[in-house]
Each structure stands twice: as C-alpha cells, then as structure tokens.
C-alpha cells in the first residue's frame, strides 16, 4: 500500500487529475497547497536548505539551551528534532477538520457531564455501563459536582493522521493535560525568522494568538462564585517536569503566574497563593499535573506536588481546574471506538471526523475477526499507554502473534484492534535531501464561552525512512504546521464558528 | 510576585554573595599565612580564624583533624558536604537561579550556569598546582560578574530588589564577623600593637573587605583598629559597611511597604538597626564593648532575615 504524499501526486491521484480535479492545474505533479511553496523551493538556490537547516540548527540549539537548562544529564533528549518543510494544509481542508474537531469536542464535553450527572448515553444502552463506572479513569468524587460552564475539557489534543485526500482519522483524544502547543508556537517563529522571503510569497494562517486565546477561554471558565476579574495561574508540577519549558513559556506569554504546588494555600474553600504582597484569591488554574497528584487529601496521599484542599474548593466552586477532574475518562482507549456515537447521541449530528475502524473485542464479531486476520491488524491494551501491551501484526514472529492471541482469548474486554494505517508522508529534509516521511497532527481545541481552534497545531514527524513512529522517544521530530489562508476571507484566523 | 520567586531570588543572592565572602576570608588567611614569619611561624591561627568567621569552625571540628592550610582550605571551598563551601553556595545559587529562569534575565543566568560550570572543574589538586590566589580571585570576579550583569541587565523590579536584598544580609553578616573575629584575635595580643605582625594583620583584614586604599584615602593615617571598625560599621560610602548595607536593605524593604500597602515587621526591625548606625559613635561602641555590639548586630541581622522570609516568603 503506497502511502497518501501531502505534496506530489502520486499515480493513483494523477489518473485522478485527468477526471478534472482541481489538483491538476499549476505545477504538474504537486498538489494545491504545496505549489507556492515548490515554486519558492524550485526557484532557491540549490544549497539553500542546506544553509538555512544550519542556521535553524544554531537557532534551535539556542532555544535548545532553554531546553536543556532543566536536565542536569541527558539534556540533549529533550532537544526535539525540528524539520525545516513545512506542512501544508489547504484553507478546505482546514475549514472542513475543524468544524470536525469542534463537534468531536462539543460531544467529548458533553459525554462528560452526561456520565457525571444523568447517565442518559449509560441509560439508552450506547455505551456498556461497566465499560465507564468500572474504568480506573472514572473519578467517582466528580460525581454530581458542579462546575463552570459544564465544560470539561476546556484544552484538547485531538490527534490526527491523514490516508487520502479527504481521508483524516482521529487516532486518539488526548482530554486530561494535551502538551506540545509550545513546539506549534516555537517553530513558526523559527519559520519565521529562517524563510521570512516565504512568508512574503505564501499566506499562511497566523498561529501566535494562541496564548491570548488560551487565556481568553481560561477566563470565559470563571468559576461561579468568581465576581471580579477573575485571576488565572498556571500549576506545574515543577521544574524536572518532562515539559516544564512548556509551562513556563505559556505562562510567560499568558502574563499569568507559574505556581507549584507549594504557592498555594486552601483556607475555607478558597485557593489562594502566596505572594511578597500577601495571599492572593485564585479563580482559575491551569493545571499541567495529573487528577491523581491534585490533592493529596482526596487522591493519593503521597503526592508532594499537590494542593491539600483544592478538591474541597472546586466542590464549592470557589475555582475552576483546567482540565476538569476526571476527564481521563473520556480518551481512554477503551471509549474511543464510542465518540462517533457520543456525536450522533448528543448533537444528533453524523461525525464529520472519523475513527479509524476499531474491533472491540468484548464484541464476540470483533474478536472473532480480530483473531483470523491477527497478522495484519495492530492490537492495543485499553489501559496501557505507550505501547507497552501492544501487537503489530505485520512486524511480530508468528511465536509472537500466538503468544498474544493467548492473552486476547484470556481477558478480550482488555484489548481493541485496528488496521495498520498507511499515514500520510510529507517532504521532509534528511541528510539524502528531501525525502518523504509519515506525520502526524495535533490540533488544539479550545472551549471557553466559545469554541477555538487555532489554525495549525503541532504535526509529528518519523524522521526514520519507513518508521510510523512519530514519539520524540523515537526518533521522532516536528514540522511547522501551515494552514494556507483564503484569498478573500479570514474567518480561519478567527478561528470562530463556521 | 510569588513568595517562592522572591525566595529563590533572595537566596540566589545570598549564596552567591557568601561564595564571594568565603574567597575573601581564605584570600586573606592564605596572604596572612605567608607572611607568618612575623611571628606566628607553625601556628594555624589564621585558619581557625577562617574557620570561625565563616561559621564552619563546628561542622569541621566534626570531620576531624587539624586545621591546616590544605584541611580548612578544601574544607570551606570544595567540600560538597558542607553547605557553605564555595562549591555548595555556587551550586545553590545556581539552583535557585535556574528555579527562576524566567525570572531573571538570560544574562544573568548565563553568568551564574557559567560560574557553576567552571566551578565543576576545579578541585584541590588543580588548585594547589595552578595556585590558591589565582582560584579565590576568580570566585570573587565571577561573583561580581553576577551582580554587574544582573545590575546592568535587570528591570528595577521586585525581582531584582528581593536579590539586593540577599546580596546586602549577607554582605552585613560577612563584614560583621570578620570585624568581631579578626578584632577578637587580634587585639589581645597588646604586644604587637604598632609592630609589623599588627601593621600586616589589619593591613589584611581591610584587603579583606577591599577596604585597604580606602581607609588611606579618608583617614590618612597608620591603621588604627578603633578607625578600622569605624570604617567597617559606621562610614555610609564605604559600600561594605553595616551602615551602608543597611540604608539600602531599609530603603528597598520601605519601597516594598509603599507598594504593598502592608504593614511588615521587617522593615521597623531593619529601621531600628539603621537608626543604630547613624547615631552611634564609634567611641561608645569601643567603651561598650566591640564585640558586644556586633555580637548583637549579628543576632539582630539573624533575625532580620527571619522576619523578612516571614512577611513575604511564608504568608499565611
């Protein structure tokens, strides 16, 4: 199976071209939204890449000193490969992923509240009842808990892969603390600075309101006992956090206050953090750490880094947490097969995003699938992450395969399964020169009095020749994310309902 | 400003000021200890003096051992184990910095991760072989480094105030003990009062405190202990005096009181010590007893550092 290349046709799409579609006019052989970028490329300098990947090398090695500062060994993993082609994503394209992730959030937000109050999706039988109250992802203290807006997840990371032209397909939904905005941000200003002659040639769909959005939607999440402005933080769970760059540079560019767990202080249901000028009210925090290290007087006891209290005052509605509590619930790979009914049940809308098809295999049809066609299918633990309890049949021994067949018959409702995808490729600049590599995409949702998306988001890439794999673990690395910008709109930079 | 900002600000300062003082007392007992064939030859005086001005002369009668050259000076600049061996306020400082990374300017983490890094390279072996000056006066460029670059790169903020406020506590304590230990050691010995051993004694107590043209300068005179400890606790231009030190902690903890709008115990302590200190003569003090009066200054200064972290590091 070839993969979907983002920039040139392949054959399969040029025998297309000849039926009309639009593709075909322009260069030959590169699709609509790369041609501006390939005019620029084919008419540079033949050395041009070469010169500017150095150039971005010493920028990004620059930054890279911001990185490393954190990591007293081993500082050169958290530099994070930064490839210099962009990604590009026509104004359609976008328009039409967006309204799609919008609607996946709305429902997400919604099945949320549902199972934390009514239960009607548990009630009409859409979802299996234990597949939610038994999940270690359910947090029985939000149950009939009150809070802002019913919204829940008020920052998502929906990621993407792409398989065709109009084929995009949600891999998973990232509802508890999605990070990697800050990479979305940094690599446009490296764009930016490297190819500013680009800029000039192709209009690209402006990324940098992020943090004025976030902020926006932090404050549209005031809690309902908040009358004034309402003072938004920034709760970290410290300085060796994995992505401690990250919090800091949100709350740098919010102009808000980084706190830890020790700045602040519960006294009767209020959170307040200490300041040189004495205790100051918070009413809303952006929190970067798990449901589980939150407050040590409700969740586990052991954890340091948390607030004592802080659950007490979000009963009250005296704060907002940003995630709310408990929607792990909600990306659990157990739930995924479920969100496009979540859209039909809640918004009576089909879904304009799709799942990659799923086998459940609690579903006797599904197991009994999964099982005759193993070799070819990728076989996933529900409450596993990180691939640990993981299958992928066309790079498994056949020993390896059966092994696992044993442990699917032994407990099948642990696991779901999914055909290997052929992700899209993208030109990507290696030591051979361009070459085409699989992406990803994670666009960022935001849900505050209205819902945001800004244009872009962070897009993975598997520098390895082949590799799906686009974890920075793994030799993964990141691209610029364009969004083209329409010649006589700009309703993509607001980012607003459709 | 979050109390945890201005608590790492402060103690960044403080360590890094306190690196800065432990090169200057080592500086001076090394001068002191080539010198001792004025009289004190196969005695270690001076470094249980250091030992003592430092407040390490406990924690190193622990490890044992007598107080050598080699024994006090690895002791107060490597030993990771002790908290206030160069090596340890260097490595502190430089955590406190790096908690507060986007706090402070680049440069001036720069020049404190760069001090830390360079800090890391040497040891006692390197420095015995490459000469002990040439390591004290690099710890004690690289601590004015740090403060030059935060001065000349810092907003006037309550970040850069809370550092000045570290750098002037520390620098008190550090010029309030070496006066009271070199005063206490030396005086005693009424022998020498006027002879060389004394000439070079004080002449090293002001290098100490970089204080030796200066004192030339305003009294012009032969070094008199009496116009040593005037210059080192009442003159407000010399910028390592109490005196001087305190006019700037009471002038920036009154700033933080105008624009915080609260009451703080701190700055009516820190108003009461300056008050002392522009009153007081030098006489008085003589009759009173020196040591008394620094012994109380000391105390005082102590408690000054405790009420400061509790109005603005530990609200409740």
């Not at chain 1, 790079?395 to 018959?409: G, L, Q």
Request: proline share 5%; aromatic share 10%.
């Amino acid at each position: 199976m070839t993969a979907f290349d983002e920039m040139d046709l392949g054959p399969a799409s040029q025998s297309q071209s000849q039926t009309g579609q639009s593709q075909s006019q322009g260069s030959a052989g590169v699709r609509a939204p790369y041609r501006d970028y390939k005019r620029w490329l084919d008419a540079a300098p033949g050395d041009m890449l070469a010169r500017r990947r150095q150039e971005a090398d010493l920028l990004f090695r620059r930054l890279g000193i911001t990185f490393a500062v954190y990591g007293e060994g081993g500082d050169t993993e958290r530099l994070i490969p930064f490839d210099i082609v962009p990604r590009i994503i026509a104004a359609k394209e976008w328009k039409r992923l967006r309204r799609g992730l919008k609607q996946r959030v709305k429902a997400l937000n919604a099945f949320l509240d549902d199972i934390y109050h009514k239960r009607e999706i548990l009630r009409a039988g859409t979802i299996p009842e234990d597949l939610i109250l038994k999940n270690a992802a359910y947090v029985n203290h939000m149950r009939d808990v009150t809070i802002a807006r019913q919204t829940y997840t008020h920052i998502a990371g929906i990621d993407l892969v792409r398989t065709a032209e109009n084929e995009f397909y949600v891999l998973e939904d990232n509802c508890r603390t999605p990070s990697g905005v800050s990479y979305m941000l940094e690599n446009r200003e490296a764009m930016m600075r490297l190819f500013p002659d680009l800029f000039a040639q192709v209009r690209v769909a402006p990324v940098g309101h992020y943090p004025d959005a976030l902020l926006q939607t932090l404050r549209d999440s005031a809690p309902p006992n908040c009358e004034d402005e309402p003072t938004v933080a920034l709760l970290t769970p410290g300085v060796y956090n994995s992505a401690y760059f990250e919090h800091v540079f949100l709350a740098e560019q919010m102009g808000i206050e980084l706190v830890e767990g020790g700045d602040l202080v519960v006294k009767d249901d209020v959170v307040y953090m200490r300041t040189v000028g004495g205790l100051k009210r918070v009413d809303v925090l952006y929190r970067r750490l798990d449901d589980d290290f939150l407050d040590p007087k409700v969740f586990r006891k052991d954890s340091m880094i948390g607030v004592p209290g802080i659950f007490g005052a979000y009963k009250a509605g005296n704060i907002t947490l940003s995630n709310a509590v408990g929607t792990g619930v909600a990306d659990d790979k157990s739930i995924y097969p479920y969100v496009p009914d979540m859209v039909r049940f809640y918004l009576g809308e089909e879904p304009i995003l799709a799942n990659v098809p799923t086998y459940v295999l609690r579903r006797p049809d599904d197991l009994k699938y999964t099982l005759e066609h193993l070799p070819e299918l990728v076989v996933k633990e529900v409450h596993g992450s990180g691939g640990y309890g993981m299958l992928v049949g066309p790079k498994s021994t056949a020993a390896e395969i059966e092994a696992f067949r044993a442990k699917i018959i032994a407990k099948p409702e642990a696991y779901i399964a999914q055909p290997t995808l052929a992700l899209s490729t993208c030109p990507t600049f290696v030591e051979s020169g361009i070459a085409p590599r699989h992406v990803d995409l994670r666009p960022f949702v935001l849900s505050g009095e209205t819902m945001r998306v800004v244009p872009g988001g962070l897009t993975r890439v598997a520098l390895r020749e082949g590799s799906l794999v686009v974890n920075s673990s793994q030799g993964g690395g990141t691209k610029d994310t364009w969004v083209l910008e329409e010649d006589d709109s700009d309703d993509i930079k607001a980012g607003e309902d459709d | 400003m979050l109390s945890r900002a201005a608590d790492n600000l402060y103690w960044l300062n403080r360590y890094v000021e306190r690196a800065e003082a432990m090169a200057r007392i080592l500086g001076v007992a090394h001068r002191m200890s080539m010198q001792s064939t004025h009289g004190s030859v196969g005695r270690n005086d001076e470094w249980e003096a250091a030992l003592i001005i430092a407040g390490c002369d406990k924690s190193f009668a622990l490890h044992g051992g007598p107080a050598t050259r080699r024994a006090v000076i690895d002791f107060l600049a490597f030993a990771p184990d002790n908290p206030s061996s160069i090596h340890a306020c260097l490595k502190a400082g430089r955590e406190n910095a790096r908690a507060m990374r986007a706090q402070i300017t680049s440069e001036a983490w720069e020049s404190i991760n760069a001090a830390w890094l360079e800090m890391r390279t040497f040891s006692m072996a390197k420095v015995e072989a490459d000469g002990f000056s040439t390591f004290f006066d690099w710890v004690r460029e690289r601590s004015q480094l740090f403060r030059g670059v935060a001065e000349g790169t810092m907003q006037r903020d309550d970040a850069y105030r809370f550092m000045r406020l570290g750098t002037l506590l520390e620098r008190a304590d550090s010029t309030a003990r070496i006066l009271d230990v070199k005063y206490h050691v030396l005086l005693p010995s009424a022998s020498d009062i006027g002879g060389a051993v004394d000439y070079y004694q004080w002449g090293a107590l002001l290098r100490s405190v970089s204080a030796f043209r200066i004192y030339r300068q305003i009294y012009r005179d032969s070094i008199r202990p009496l116009k040593v400890a005037e210059l080192l606790v009442l003159r407000e231009d010399f910028p390592r005096s109490l005196h001087a030190c305190f006019a700037e902690i009471v002038q920036i903890l009154q700033y933080l009181r105008e624009s915080y709008r609260r009451d703080y115990p701190s700055v009516r302590l820190a108003e009461s010590m300056l008050l002392k200190l522009r009153y007081d003569q030098i006489d008085m003090i003589f009759t009173g007893g020196l040591h008394e009066y620094l012994t109380n200054i000391i105390d005082s200064n102590i408690e000054l550092g405790a009420a400061i972290a509790r109005d603005f590091m530990q609200p409740n």
